[in-house]
Structures are given as C-alpha cells and as structure tokens.
C-alpha cells in the first residue's frame, strides 16, 4: 500500500472508531472498541515522523492526529464517568459528558456528524470572563439548566448551587488557559429532549 492508500485507512478507522465510541456510551455495545483504537495509535505512531511525507501528506496526518487528540480526551473522561458513575448530584445534572469545546466541534464536523442539534436556537446562552467573581451569573445559569431540565420532562433535577459554582469556575479557568481566551460562553441546549450544558472558547 502507498502512503496515501494507509492514511485513507488510518482516516477511516477514525470515522469507524468515533462511531463505536458513540454506540458503546449510548448503550448499543457492551464493550469500548479497544482494538480499534489500538490500530488507530499504530498507524498515528508509524507516521509520527513526518519527515518523510510530502507536504500534503503531512497536513493530511497532523488533521488526522488532531481530531484523535481531540476526541481520545473526550473518551478517557467519558469512560471514567462510565466506570465510575456520577459522582456528585451536580454532576448528573450539569450532563457533564456532554460538555463540549470549540475545538472538539471542529473535529466532529471534519469527521462529517451532522450538525442540526447544534444549530437550533439554545435555551439560554452567557459568558463567563471571570468566574470567581460572576456568582449572579451561574446562578442564573443554574436556574436555566433546571428549568429546561423540568420543561423536556427529566427526572433527574437534583444538584446544589454550590457544586455547579465551583464547576463554573473550574472549567471557565481550564478552557481560558487551554484556548487563550478572553471569555467562555455557556449554552443550555436541548438535544433528543436531553438537556445539555455546552461551552466554548471565545476570542
């Protein structure tokens, strides 16, 4: 096989691999595609010296590794949820899962997920350019996660005040140092008659 024939491979393994992933958080599978994945890092591996690739062929890897780096963290933090359960009420509620950045938007619509969930009007949107000191504004951000929660008919409204504040604050701190940004914007979404608490950076 040329280069070009195994990174065609190598792409659709990462299409096939971010299918199984979502089948088994979903419930469709009992097990994670571990074998999968691991042929996805050896192909990653084999090219990491991208020396010898043309110029094309190295923005083809580099786009393909960076959608694996993007979606490989959002996996390990999901299977960790999976194996550990919720461990906080607030957890539950904030749908933690679902927390989604720019740059993992990014990648899902280069791997070619439809978009429609994202595109509808959100329940509510804010930012967040210092959270230690925007308690007005989580509250306000709380109250429209459990409102929507209570509208789309879910059980589950449990959570205190002070567990999400502190989430807030942790996570607008995390994204501003990973994306250099200015401020980070929160959206309450509904998806499926899931609510969803999404963020991302903002220049």
């Not at 062929?57 to 963290?73: L, M």
Request: neutral net charge; hydrophobic residues 35%.
């Amino acid at each position: 096989m040329t280069v070009d024939d195994e990174l065609g491979v190598l792409e659709d393994h990462m299409r096939r691999l971010k299918v199984e992933y979502d089948m088994y958080f979903g419930g469709g599978v009992r097990k994670p595609p571990l074998d999968l994945e691991w042929r996805v890092q050896g192909l990653l591996r084999k090219f990491g010296d991208t020396q010898r690739l043309s110029f094309q062929q190295r923005f083809r890897y580099n786009t393909i590794a960076q959608r694996y780096a993007v979606f490989s963290e959002l996996w390990r933090q999901k299977l960790r949820i999976k194996e550990e359960g919720y461990r906080r009420p607030e957890d539950s509620l904030l749908s933690i899962q679902g927390l989604r950045t720019e740059q993992e938007r990014e990648a899902a619509r280069a791997l070619g997920e439809t978009a429609h969930a994202e595109t509808a009007a959100p329940e509510f949107v804010i930012d967040f350019a210092d959270s230690a000191s925007e308690g007005d504004k989580a509250r306000l951000l709380f109250d429209a996660v459990l409102s929507a929660k209570r509208r789309a008919g879910e059980a589950d409204t449990r959570g205190h005040f002070e567990g999400f504040l502190a989430f807030i604050k942790f996570k607008t701190e995390q994204i501003r140092e990973q994306f250099q940004c200015q401020a980070v914007e929160y959206r309450v979404e509904v998806q499926h008659h899931k609510v969803r608490l999404t963020a991302r950076a903002k220049v």
